[in-house]
């Protein structure tokens, strides 16, 4: 989301704008491509907050639940996790009292953390900068650590599970023996490297995928907020000032709202994607081919 850009005490050109709202609170800057001794003290904060906000909604919702007539937060709740249940039911073939809760998590989390898109563009970064931070960014799944730390942890879920339901020898035969199959034992050992190759490819595309699609929607997003941001930025109290000034104010206010609504439901979208995403590729493992 975005305010109009008319109060502000000093005005940034463009680029330095747009820099300033994709630069993370951290403390280096990676030398590499992958460096594991960055942190993104931002994501990590707000990812810890969203996570603590998540389970104390939930825990008041139990600890206040009734068998009487429900309020209106624990219909929501109750509504929410009917949802997920059938979700899974429909979904995961297998027996796990691990899926649901997971997926509930992962929904609602995820959901959390593409809501925070919606609050105004500079609200979080101008507080940050009254109290002595150069840089903020509040929107977790814009973060690509973020979002592969989920992926690979559903990554890692499904080798556990397609280890514990087929065994070793069964986790490595899908790899080998599909999706070309042959009676002929030469024949088949042949097209091992091929099977290897074609599965792994499918394989490993799992945890990127999912990741890179909850990462470039939410991206997108905030960096469509920024850019509407920009009608504005340079023209100050100016904007008060003139027709002009006042018809850029309104297109902004306009398109800020219009991409609100949208964002919104692409950020829902996102979550559900990511949860079912995951509760197949559960079930994939369970299953024996």
Known sequence: MMLPQ??????????EYIVHHITFLTNKQPAGLVDFS????????????????????????????????PGKFQCAIEWLLQIVDSQVKD?????????????????????????????????????????GLG????????DLNIVFGLSLTVFVLIIYYSIAMKGLGGFIAEFTLHPFANKNILVQALFVPINLLLESVMFFARPISLALRLYGNLYAGEMVFVLIALLTLTSGYHALASVGGWALI?????????????????????????MMLTVVYLSQAYEHH
């Open 38 to 69: 960055v942190v993104n003290f931002d994501s990590v904060f707000f990812s810890v907050a969203l996570a603590l906000t998540f389970f104390g909604l939930v825990f008041f919702a139990a600890r206040r639940a009734t068998t009487g007539v």
């Open 91 to 131: 979904t995961f073939q297998g027996t796990s009292k691990l899926i649901a809760p997971l997926a509930l998590t992962i929904f609602c989390w995820v959901f959390l953390f593409n809501f925070m898109d919606l609050i105004p563009v500079d609200l979080l970064p101008d507080v940050a900068h009254g109290v």
């Open 250 to 274: 309104i297109l902004q206010f306009g398109l800020g709202l219009l991409w609100t609504i949208f964002d919104l439901i692409i950020g829902l979208l996102q979550a559900f994607i990511f």
């Open 6 to 15: 008319l109060f502000a005490a000093e005005t940034p050109n463009l680029t």
């Open 135 to 142: 840089h903020l960014k509040d929107v977790p799944s814009t």
